[in-house]
């Protein structure tokens, strides 16, 4: 069974179509935006919508929270975990 990481990692390249991007290229750590993948705000809508697909983690960009959350792989496996109680699916 992959980890939660690696399967976030997979639904960032497949839900934003990013064909020069393998999921293995994807740091755990790396920054999502900027200087890291280099994702913008629409790349982040568009995952938010993959994440509540397939978690049914929903994540609000009026949230204060939002981009701590949004700044690497790693931490948004941490909160898809907390709010899916170890990233079970609903």
């Keep these: 069974m992959k980890s939660l990481e690696e399967e976030i990692k997979g639904l960032i390249v497949e839900a934003l179509m990013l064909d020069d991007v393998t999921p293995e290229q994807i740091g755990s750590d790396a920054p999502l935006f900027g200087d890291g993948l280099g994702l913008d705000s629409i790349d982040a809508l568009e995952l938010a919508i993959a994440l509540d697909r397939r978690f ?35």
Excluded at 63 to 70: G, L, P
Aim: net charge positive; no cysteine.
């Design 56 to 90: 049914g983690v929903k994540i609000r960009a009026e949230d204060e929270s939002t981009r701590e959350i949004f700044r690497s792989v790693a931490t948004l496996a941490a909160h898809v975990a907390a709010s899916t109680k170890g990233g079970e699916r609903p």
